[in-house]
């Protein structure tokens, strides 16, 4: 197990390269289930999620065939079980997707109940209540998720909560079924956009995606397809905030600038230069912050996944912020970390006050979930001194070589082994 050693007060700057989008790779991957040929899949992030979820793929049967670092050939004409391994799903939030792949190709799906970062109740009851809509039946049992249907039949379907994986499961399973399904209330996210048409490229009809009303028209087959990821936008929304936080001036590539408004629109309230380009967004900072109030919530609005890197954020502005958690019940476990490196933070339920303080200091920090694993290394490149950023498999579950990216633009970081006796180690 390994350790970022980070030390802080050096300004971000140069250029860094945006990956392909988690959240989009982990919903398409297990897409592939559903088609009759192989499907090339291009700017898949090279992370621990995407391993385990082509792993779980792997296991039921399908060939992976790796062309580079970011593509993929998934050929899942050999997938022989409706069962995934609940070893390798246990450990990853998006295994529940492939409720909704198997269940469309087989009528059948068994899987464990969702695992990745914990900091709230996950509930699946949309998904369930979805599936149901569509004739299936499901049992909870051990851990499992069992889902089968004689014959899925199109339906319309409102979902109570907006929900991004009911919506994403439903679409999954509606596709192949009979009749027209309608998901009223639906996610609105940009990897749900790219997950319609990944599978509008492999055949499917799904119309609306992007509103929160979403057609599906069933199709008997899926073909194979060649098919290249959005980028990350919250990756993206981390290094504009690294770059804020440092007083850096970073231009950001490979971006979809629309998908950044929410995060771009609370760094200008702050005090912070934005720039726009076609495929490219420029963060400068050279004056102080200024206090924001942010509330998370589904797409349009600020991302949950942002809320703990601008968390960090607000500690180190001028003014009293206040942020609401519109979305998780749990998500300022990485207070307390914080709290350790000077922040003047208050949690009440759903609502932090956050008073900003004029530095942070370094300090040994534990990373509790993969967003704030990406705050806790804001924390530390912007505090006094060298800090210790331990559980940092939580931040490679979604952050393709953060170390080496923030490295290009100047930061002092080095990775160390836990276990390792030496007090320095040498820089991979």
């Known amino acids: 197990m390994d350790k970022f050693i980070i030390t802080g007060e050096t300004r971000l700057q140069g ?27 291009e700017n898949i992030p090279n992370i621990t999620d995407v391993t385990a979820i082509t792993r779980i793929l792997s296991d039921l049967g399908a060939r992976i065939r790796v062309v580079d670092q970011s593509t ?8 022989h079980s409706h069962v995934a391994s609940y070893e390798l799903a246990r450990h990853i939030r998006a295994s529940y997707y492939l409720l909704g792949a198997l269940l469309g190709r087989f009528s059948h799906a068994v899987v464990t109940m969702p695992g990745g970062c ?24 051990g851990g499992m998720v069992d889902v089968h249907a004689a014959e899925l039949k199109g339906d319309q379907i409102y979902l109570d909560v907006v929900s991004v994986g009911a919506t994403v499961n439903i679409m999954l399973a509606a596709v192949r079924a009979k009749g027209v399904t309608v998901i009223e209330n639906a996610a609105r996210e940009p990897h749900i956009v790219d997950l319609a048409n990944f599978l509008n490229t492999m055949g499917a009809d799904v119309r609306g995606a992007g509103t929160d009303v979403i057609k599906i028209y069933g199709v008997e087959r899926l073909h194979g397809a060649t098919y290249s990821i959005i980028p990350d936008q919250i990756e993206a929304g981390t290094y504009m905030v690294a770059a804020a936080a440092t007083a850096g001036n970073v231009l950001i590539k490979n971006v979809i600038p629309k998908h950044l408004e929410s995060i771009s629109a609370k760094l ?42 601008i968390a960090v954020l607000l500690s180190i502005a001028q003014g009293t912020s206040i942020i609401n958690e519109g979305v998780w019940d749990n998500r300022f476990r990485y207070v307390e970390e914080l709290r350790r490196m000077g922040a003047q933070i208050s949690v009440d339920g759903k609502i932090a006050v956050v008073e900003g303080v004029d530095h942070l200091n370094a ?64 820089v991979v």
């Open 363 to 426: 300090a040994p920090v534990k990373v509790t979930d993969l967003r704030a694993g990406a705050a806790m290394m804001i924390a530390a490149l912007c505090a006094h001194g060298t800090s210790q950023v331990e559980d940092i498999q939580y931040i490679e579950r979604g952050y393709e070589d953060i170390e080496g990216k923030l490295r290009a633009l100047g930061a002092e970081i080095r990775r160390v082994s836990v276990f390792d006796p030496a007090p320095v180690a040498r």
């Open 15 to 41: 250029e860094v390269n945006i990956s392909g989008a988690k959240n989009a790779a982990l919903a398409i991957i297990p897409a592939a289930i559903l088609a009759e040929d192989v499907c090339r899949i």
């Open 118 to 141: 914990d900091f709230g109740v996950r509930p699946i009851d949309q998904h369930l209540k979805g599936f149901a809509a569509l004739g299936a039946e499901y049992s909870l049992e």
């Open 268 to 309: 200008e309230e702050m005090g912070v230069e934005i720039e726009e380009y076609d495929d490219s967004i420029r963060v400068r900072r050279t004056g102080p912050l200024h206090k924001c109030n942010i509330k998370t919530m589904p797409h349009p609005g600020f991302p949950t996944d942002m809320q703990p890197q």
């Open 72 to 79: 993929i050939e998934v050929d899942p004409r050999k997938i």
